[in-house]
Each structure stands twice: as structure tokens, then as C-alpha cells.
């Protein structure tokens, strides 16, 4: 589907020059300094307008083009601070950056969605907050990988263009360049981003529809599973301490172990998608395969690496790092769901993607821990599964709403 | 207590005071009001879920037990929702007599907490049930009721240990009359402990829980303050050691299992056509029956309660030699909880687990004449 605002990659390729990573938050002061100053006209650009579509019905030529330069600056900026781009950006907010935005010309609104649109921004608002601050602590990530390695990992690198495609949704929306209001979800937002071949994958098949009555009580319902899960992690931390001993040994984890740790990964998915409104139906106490609409697929056991094994635990803890801000944002997403869930009987497809999204990167991340596999986590927000190979797409449009 | 005992009758306005019974009767009136109709309400709800709830079974992904469960904590929850009203009329009823400092988002909270309480009990009683009744068919009842009885033995038991709320009692005039009182009624020494609910209610209460070494007696901090004095507070001390005494705690778990056991049994002839107890379908209804059963069996529960709480105030009496001061508490208490002192008999058949306070009067006035 074709959106009114969208971001656009242009350079897929994920190495950069260690020495502008490591000077990055430096080289772009002047760029912060200048968005800054800029951001004073666009505030009263934007009031007038307000003004000028609640009269007219649509928000003149000349305003959009200079609230769109503004909006794209504010992309091409932070793609650079955050390390999806590696360029030095121009200061005109001109079309052509690596990483880009693009806007629909003016197009016809309701002025009764004018009026009110601060107000009915401010959910978003408050997801694109918390995604923003999520940003910050994925771009120390990559800063220390560009460093180390003089790339960034792909996964970092998507989902800090998603975050910034959906932060630009949300400019775009209170600041009257689009009527439409902003998607979360990241299979619409970034079409071209996909997943390379994990050993853990997420299958859905949730229909988006909701019970307001299950809702309602989600939480509560929700307690015999997280009383049951905390018993099952306890026999599950007994499992991993003896499949690391084997694994060390071994150079796998034997069957046995792993149909345990794969079910327990599958059961806390389900439990946290049920939780978090991601998914509709309650959940089985097994953590079978297939047995939930928002489920895992998880290979069989596969030789590990021995370093990997031994260092495990230090390993995880970038992956575990990025789980934070991705856990606040799901809480989120559970609470957008579930008002909306009451209200409309069920879960807006982007918020419930997002969810989904975030999910699967848990479940990788505990996987990864509990040695089902040592594939590491994947941090992007797609998710379609690209058949083979690990690399990007070559061309990444990204179209955000 | 003499088997043969008559209570003496009283004057219940020149006792309590006219005026003060005038008010709690038109308090009470209000609240037996709310009682019943929460009742009617929460039967219709029940008549409906035990008709339609099977319906939410699409909602689950789980199996057999834990779609059980999950129909268990959803008819929980509708009944919760549909009380909420009554149970705001009460606590803005309470509010409004100044029984009650507790503003609603307290309440509310306090409210859910309970609820996630009873929804996670729920899935407990489920588990067994279900579990039994699909392991055994339909003699899944003499072992559920066993494993009930089980768990009700183990929870008096077990839940002094987990109370982490209370302080030991400090009044030393107080300890030294609990020390008297367990030696004349044979016990070892029992912990007093002091439970703070000022702040969030006026009423004065106190109770007595545990079996064996777990036995404690706890104090609200309410009747620890006016109007109650140090001779009421020792009735009341001496009230709930004899409900240890004379082994309350125990015998009503023996009086659950003798109501349990053809509890269980009614339950397993009730749910038959749904598919029996081990089928999801029957939850819903068996929510209904168990409902039922309770709402019958209560008259009889509150009968032996209160044989219970007179023998206690008999006892109470012959170890502190003061019937003035039972009299004295029992107006106190009137007092405090703008509590009616001879309600009306219905009422006190359905929800009287204490005998009324003009008959607690009566015994401290016969107790009197008995040892002049």
C-alpha cells in the first residue's frame, strides 16, 4: 500500500569509516545546533498552517514545501547521528540523502480532523517518544559495532530507519502534511526490509479481532500462565546450566534438552503475546508448536559453536540491551491495543505487527540465551523472512504512512 | 456454655441507646437492600454465563483444563463487573456514615487485587477438579472433596506463616491478662499480634487463625483506641484465645469437609449432561451450582459460627469474671461499626455469623446471674 510519507534508503551497503563513527555525535552538532534554530520557524509555520487548512481545507503550497524541507532535514540529521546513514548530510533538507524522506504534495483534509489534531496525535506521540529514546540506545549499539567491525549490523540499521519512518509519520501528521495517521507496523512501513534465516522464526495467523470481554480482564487472566511460567523457568535455568555443561562438551545440546528450552522459548512467547494483547486467544500451558495465532517456529537442534557456548551469557548482553527500550515500546503497544481492543472489538494491524515484531526479537533473545540456538537476535522490525542469504536487499524503499 | 442456657431479655434502646439504634437500623437497612439484589444480580449473571459461556471457548488456544480455567476466571470476572455497583453503593454508603476513610481508586485497587486473587484460587480448584475428573470419570468427587479438604487444612495452617503485615502486641498490661487467660484455658503461650487499619476504616475487629503452632490471635489497632478501654480489650483478648481453646479452627475445617463432601458429589450429578467436570462446557455451570450451593448452605455455616463465637463469649466470660465489660465492648462495637443490635431475624439467618450484639449482652447479663 502506497503511503503519504515515506522513507526511502538509497544506500544499502552498512560499512562506515570508523573514524567519522567515532566522531559522529561530534560532526553533527552543527546539524543539531541548526535544527534547532530551524525548528523555531517551523513551529510557527506550522501554527499558521493550522490556521491556514482549518480555513482553506488543505495547507498551502508554500508551507508544505517548507515544512516538508524541515521534516526531511529532521530524517537526514538523526539517520546520520544514529547511524543509518553514512554521509555528512547537507543543511537544506534537500531530496537525495541516503536516507531520505519523501511527501506527498497538499492534498484536501477534514477540518474537523485539523481542529483536533494535536489531541489525536498524542498516542502517537507517545509511541514515537518512546521508540525515539529506544533510537538513542541502538545507536550506542552500532557505535561500538562500526567501530569494532566498520560496519553496523543490518538489524540496527533497519530498525532505526523504521523508528525514525514512524517519527517522521508522526511530524508529518501534527504538522498537517498528511491527513493520514501514523502506522506502526513495520511489515508496511519497511516492504523491503526482511529477515535473513533464523533458527527461531515467528508464523502468525492472528486475525486481529479481539473479545472486549477477555480484554478487559487481560492481565488478570493472564496470571495462572505467569505463575506457571516462573515455575517452568526454574526448571528451565536447571535445563541450560546442564545443556551449556553438554554444549561445552558436546559441541550441541542433546534433543531432549532442546525440545525443553524450544518449548519453554515458545510458551513465553505465547504468554507475552497474550499479555500484551498481541495476540487474541488464550494460551495453551504447553508451548506446543502451532498451538497459538501468534506463534514460533523453531528448528532442531543444530552444532553450536564452543566459543559462542562459553561466552553466552556476555554475548547476550547487546541483544539484551536493545530488549529494554523494545519492552517499554511493547508495553505500549499493549496499552494502544488494549483501549482500542475495548473500544473497537480489535487490534490496529500496526500496532499488532509491532508487537508481533517485537516478540519474535524476545524469543530470539532467550533463545539465544537458553542455547536453543546461537544465531544471534535479530533487531529489525520486519517480519517477512527473506529465503536465503544474509545480506540486504540492494534497494530499500521504505514507505512509511 | 450450659446446653440449657436462656438468655435473659434487654432493653436494646436503654442498652445501646435509641437514637444510635434508630441510626444503625437505617444504615443496615441500605446494606441488606444491596446484599440482596447483588444476589439476584449475581444468580441472573450465573443463569446466563452457565447458558452462553461455553461460547468463549473460542477464545482459548489452551486444552481441556486450561480452557476450563480460563471460562472459570472469565465468569469470575463477569460477576465482577456486574457487582462493581453494589459494591460502590456499599463503600459510598460507608463512606457517607464515616465507616470508611478509603477513597475509591484504594478501594478499586483493593477490589482487583482480590479479584486476582480469587482468579488465580479459581484456576486452583480447576486444576483439581478437572484434573481428577478426567483422570477417575465421575468419582472424581470423594477425592475432590478430600484434596479440598486438604487444602483448606493446609491453608489454616499455613497462612499465619505468611503474614508479614502485623506487629507483635507491646501493651504489657494486655500481654499479662493473655498470659492468665491461655493458662486458665489450657493453651501454651499464643503470639498477639496488632494489625494497623486505622487510616482506612473505624471499624474494630480481631481474630483468631492457625491450627497447632501456628496459632495466632490478631488485634485491629481499632480496638486498641476509644472508646475501647483496657477491660473491653481484654474481653476481646480472652474472646479469641477461646476460640483456640476450644478448637473453633480445626472443627470448622471438619464442618467444611462434612459440607463438601455432598457439595462435591451435587456438583458432579449437576454437570453431567454438560459432559461432566472434566469438560470445559461444564464450567460456566458448575460456577452456577457452586454458587447455589453456597448461597444455601450459608444459613447452616452462619449457624455454627455463631454457636461458635457464643461459646467463645462463654468462655470469655469465665476467665475475665466481667460481664460489664463484654457489655461494655458489645456497645462499643455497636458504636464503631453503626451496627444494628437486634436485626432482623431474616438477615441474621443469611448473613449473621456472630450472634446479634443484644443476645452477647444477654449472655454476659445470664453469665452473671449464673455465678452470683
Redesign the interface.
Known sequence: MQRSVRVVVRDPGLGQSRLTVFFRALLALPHLVWLVLWSVPATIAAWAGWLATLVLGRLPEPLHRFLAAYLRYDVHVFAYLFLAARRFPGFLGRPGYEVDLEIDPPAEQRRLGVLFRQLLASPAALLAIVIGSGLVWFALLAWWSALARGRRPAGIRDFTAYGLGYSAQHGAYTMLLTSRYPHAGPQLTLPSFELPPHPVRLRMTDDLRR?R??V??RL??A??HL?WLWLWSIAALVAVVVAWLVALALGSVPQTLHRFLAAYTRYAA?VTAFVMVVG???????GGAR???VDLEIDQAAPQRRLVTLFRLFLAVPALILGYPLALALVLVAVGGWLYALVLGRVPEGLRDLGAAIVRYQAQTNAYLLLVTDRYPYSSPALATRASSEEPAPSLAVATS | MPGDLSLPGIDVGATFGAEHVAKAKRYERFLYADWALAQVALLVTLVLYSRRGAA?M??????P???G??LG??GL??VW?VLLPFRIAAHWWDRRHDLSQLDYLSWLVDD?LV??AE??SI?LALLVVMGLARWLGERWWLPGAAVFVGIAALFTFAVPYLDFTTKPLRDQTLLVAATRYERELGLPDIPIRVEKVSGQQKLANAYAYGIGPSRRVVLWDTILQDPFGPAEQKAVLAHELAHHSQRHLPKGVAWFALFAVPSAWILMRATRRRGGMGAPEAVPLALLVVTVLQLALTPAGNLVSRRMEAEADWKALEVTRDPDALEELMVGLSNTSLGDPSPPLWTQLLLGTHPTLADRVAMAHAWAEASR
Open positions: 473479545s470481554l477477555t478487559f480482564f488478570l487472566l496470571l495462572p505463575v505465547h487474541g486467544p488464550f494460551p495453551a500451558f504447553g498451538a497459538y495465532p | 468463549f473460542r477464545e482459548s488456544a489452551a486444552g483444563i486450561g480452557t480455567m480460563f476466571m472469565l470476572g463477569i463487573l482487583w479479584l486476582a482468579f488465580l484456576c
